[in-house]
C-alpha cells in the first residue's frame, strides 16, 4: 500500500492512474484525505503538519526582502538612466566640451580620487550611482612604472555607443550648510567636441540643452605656448559660437576650465584675450585654473582648483526669503492716523 491507495502497488499517486481501472474519485481503496495525510505524516515521522490554507495556496514560497540603498556597480550611465533619476530627484547636468587631450578625463578622474580620500575641500561624499565607472577611469593613475610617474594619467575616452554620451553620476554634500548636489558628468570624447566645431555636427550633444552649466576644458600649455596660444583661443570662440547656434542664444553658465595649472598659470595677456573673444560673441564666462595632476606637488598639489570647480559649478546659494517681514513705524509718517482726515 502507497500513499493515498489500499491497494498493494497502486501508482495513482505518482502517475494519476488506477491500478484496477476505476475511476480515481470512486474507487473503493482510495483513502480519505484527510487519513491518508495522517499516515503519510507518521511515514515521515513527524508529529503534526500544518496544511497551508486554501487563502495561501499560490502565495510567494519567500517574501521579498526590502530593498536598500546600496552603492552602485554599474559602469557609466545612458541618456535613459540619466532620465530616470532626474525623474526621481533633482539632478544637475553639466556640459564637459573640450578638445582631445585637454584633460577632461583627467578632471573627473582627480574629482574621484579626492572624494575617495574625502579631501574635496569642503564636500563630503552621499552617493553614486557609477562607482565602477569612476574606477575605471582612474585606474590609469594607480598603475606606476616602478615608482615613476606614468606620462598618461587616462586614457583616451571611447565609447561603445557612438552616438549616445556617457555619464558619471555623483551626489556631494556641502560642509557648510549640508545641502546636496547630484551631478551628472559626462565623459565623451574630444572628438565630438572637434565635429561639432569644423562640422557643426550637434545630435549626440542634445544633452547639452537640459545643462546648468558648461565646462570648456583647455590644455594651459596651448595658452603659455605664444604659438599656439591664438590659434586656441580662436577655436574656443568658434565653440562659443556654435553652443549659441545650437542652444539659440540661451547658454548657460560657462566655466573655462585651464588644466595643467602646476605647468603652467594663466597670465593676464592670455586672460585679457579669451576675456575679448567671449565677448565678442556676446557671452561671458568664469575662468577656473585646475591640475588634476602635478608635476610639481611640493608647489601646486595633485587636484588643485576641482574643489572650486565644483563650488562654481553648484552656483552660489540663494539666500531664502524673509518668511515674515518685520517694518518699524515711522513718526514722520502717520499713515492709518491720517487716512480720510481731509474728508
Not at 91 to 103: A, D, H, K, Q, T
Not at 318 to 337: C, G, I, K, M, N
Amino acid at each position: 500500500m502507497t500513499g493515498s491507495c489500499r491497494f498493494e502497488g497502486c501508482t495513482v499517486d505518482e502517475t494519476g492512474i488506477c491500478a484496477l481501472e476505476n475511476p480515481t474519485s470512486t474507487c473503493a481503496n482510495r483513502m480519505p484525505l484527510d487519513e491518508a495525510q495522517s499516515e503519510s505524516d507518521d511515514a515521515l515521522g513527524y508529529d503534526a503538519v500544518e496544511l497551508p490554507s486554501i487563502e495561501q495556496l499560490g502565495a510567494p514560497v519567500l517574501v521579498q526582502p526590502a530593498s536598500t540603498n546600496t552603492f552602485g556597480s554599474g559602469r557609466s550611465l545612458g541618456l535613459e538612466d540619466i532620465n530616470a533619476l532626474m525623474g526621481s530627484r533633482y539632478v544637475n547636468v553639466v556640459g564637459i566640451l573640450g578638445e582631445p587631450e585637454s584633460g577632461k578625463t583627467a578632471c573627473l578622474a582627480s574629482l574621484y580620487l579626492l572624494m575617495s580620500h574625502a579631501s574635496l575641500e569642503g564636500w563630503a561624499f552621499a552617493d553614486s550611482r557609477s562607482l565602477m565607472a569612476f574606477e575605471d577611469i582612474a585606474r590609469g593613475a594607480r598603475d606606476w612604472n616602478d615608482g615613476h610617474v606614468p606620462e598618461q594619467m587616462t586614457v583616451h575616452t571611447e565609447l561603445a555607443d557612438d552616438r549616445s554620451p556617457g555619464f558619471l553620476h555623483i551626489k556631494l554634500k556641502r560642509v557648510t550648510d549640508g545641502q546636496c548636489l547630484d551631478l551628472a558628468l559626462p565623459d565623451i570624447p574630444g572628438e565630438w567636441t572637434q565635429s561639432l566645431v569644423t562640422a557643426s555636427r550637434s545630435d549626440r550633444l542634445d544633452f547639452i540643452k537640459s545643462s546648468e552649466v558648461i565646462w570648456i576644458v583647455i590644455d594651459g600649455r596651448n595658452l603659455a605656448d605664444i604659438e599656439k596660444r591664438q590659434g586656441q583661443i580662436v577655436r574656443i570662440g568658434q565653440l562659443v559660437g556654435r553652443l549659441n547656434a545650437m542652444l539659440e542664444g540661451r547658454i548657460p553658465r560657462l566655466l573655462i576650465v585651464v588644466t595643467h595649472h602646476d605647468m603652467y598659470d594663466i597670465d593676464e595677456r592670455a586672460r585679457v584675450l579669451l576675456e575679448r573673444e567671449l565677448s565678442r560673441r556676446k557671452v561671458s564666462a568664469e575662468i577656473v585654473c585646475v591640475a588634476p595632476f602635478s608635476d610639481r606637488p611640493d608647489e601646486v598639489p595633485p587636484g588643485f582648483g576641482i574643489a572650486e570647480l565644483i563650488s562654481k559649478t553648484a552656483g552660489v546659494k540663494a539666500e531664502p526669503p524673509v518668511f515674515w517681514p518685520s517694518f518699524e513705524p515711522s513718526d514722520s509718517t502717520r499713515a492709518y492716523l491720517s487716512y480720510r482726515r481731509e474728508r
